[in-house]
């Protein structure tokens, strides 16, 4: 894909967001959110592929889920905000708290999961017929939030501003988000995700895709949301989680076993001083 976008301008992202930032129903700025997943183990009908794992995730940390293909980091991405329950034959155990309540107990809607902890996939997916501006508040309607005109051309502004696209597409609001390289359009889909003011952004390798400088610019952009937003990143880019994250977890399935979190903690002490020779091994890329 990235070699058949159109060329990419560099953008500087833009460190003053306008509009109104993110408040709680009382008007209070909203607070940073922690994520803390506790003995998340997971199947696929009779096939389990997570075993008891649990993790802290920071508030307002960027936190990097590395390991190799298949050990279970993007089924335990999708299960922090319940979209691992869409696959019919999927199973799970344990809980996952945001700010200390399980978004899995029984008076908790999944569409307030979906609400307060989005997300950014591998492949940019923006509505391609529908204007850059239409694709900024698209989720409103559908999370049943109401909002002015203004507030909502406050918002849009606001928010392509956060995703560092503000000053690409400034004087083609109308233009449809199709039209838009591949770069742009996954900052459009950040920018979508971020409209609905969540508290946590799950991005499932949201570069993969990408050439190396919309991937830099991406990580810009990441490094200015967590200042709002809790981040939670899957990557096989050892390079990239080194540079976004503060955190870093660890994951590994031995010979079919099912995934566990070797070893977690400080991205600086998982890359300089790992306390597990496989993270080493892995981090150095001797194997994955
Ligand atoms: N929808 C599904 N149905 C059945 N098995 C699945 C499904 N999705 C994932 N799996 C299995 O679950 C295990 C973990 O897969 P997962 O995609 O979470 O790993 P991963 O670490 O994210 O891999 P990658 O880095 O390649 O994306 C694998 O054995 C995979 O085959």
């Known amino acids: 894909m990235s070699t058949t976008q159109p060329t990419e301008v560099i953008p500087r992202v833009d460190p003053a967001p306008a509009g109104p930032a993110p408040t709680t129903a009382s008007g209070e700025p909203a607070r940073?959110?922690?994520?803390?997943?506790?003995?998340?183990?997971?199947?696929?009908?009779?096939h389990m592929v997570l075993d008891r794992v649990s993790l802290t995730m920071r508030a307002g940390g960027i936190t990097a889920l590395i390991g190799p293909s298949g050990c279970g980091k993007s089924?335990?991405?999708?299960?922090?905000?319940?979209?691992?329950?869409?696959?019919?034959?999927?199973?799970?155990?344990?809980?996952?708290?945001?700010?200390?309540?399980?978004?899995?107990?029984?008076?908790?809607?999944?569409?307030?999961?979906?609400?307060?902890?989005?997300?950014?996939?591998?492949k940019p997916n923006p509505f391609?017929?529908?204007?850059?501006?239409e694709n900024v508040i698209a989720g409103l309607k559908l999370t049943g939030t109401k909002a002015s005109r203004s507030d909502?051309?406050?918002?849009?502004?606001?928010?392509?501003?956060?995703?560092?696209?503000?000053?690409?597409?400034k004087d083609r609001l109308e233009a449809p988000g199709g039209g838009l390289s591949g770069g742009q359009q996954q900052r459009l889909c950040i920018a979508r995700s971020m409209a609905i003011q969540p508290r946590v952004?799950?991005?499932?390798?949201?570069?993969?895709?990408?050439?190396?400088?919309?991937?830099?610019?991406?990580?810009?952009?990441?490094?200015e949301l967590a200042q709002e937003v809790t981040i939670v990143i899957v990557t096989h880019n050892m390079q990239q989680a080194a540079r976004v994250s503060d955190q870093c977890a660890f994951f590994l399935a031995a010979h079919g076993t099912p995934g566990v979190i070797v070893e977690h903690g400080d991205t600086s002490a998982m890359f300089q001083n790992p306390q597990d020779q496989r993270t080493s091994d892995y981090v150095q890329g001797r194997f994955g």
């Not at 940073?32 to 696929?44: K, T, V, Y």
């Not at 391609?128 to 501006?133: H, Q």
């Not at 849009?156 to 000053?167: P, S, V």
């Open 32 to 46: 940073l959110a922690e994520l803390r997943a506790h003995e998340i183990s997971c199947w696929f009908g009779d």
């Open 75 to 122: 089924t335990f991405l999708r299960t922090l905000n319940r979209m691992h329950e869409l696959v019919p034959s999927a199973k799970l155990a344990g809980e996952v708290l945001l700010d200390g309540e399980d978004i899995y107990a029984p008076d908790k809607k999944l569409t307030d999961a979906r609400r307060h902890i989005g997300m950014v996939f591998q």
């Open 128 to 133: 391609p017929a529908m204007s850059i501006r």
């Open 152 to 169: 909502k051309e406050a918002l849009i502004e606001r928010c392509l501003r956060l995703a560092g696209l503000w000053n690409e597409v």
């Open 201 to 223: 952004l799950l991005m499932d390798e949201p570069c993969s895709a990408l050439d190396p400088t919309s991937t830099r610019v991406i990580e810009e952009t990441m490094k």
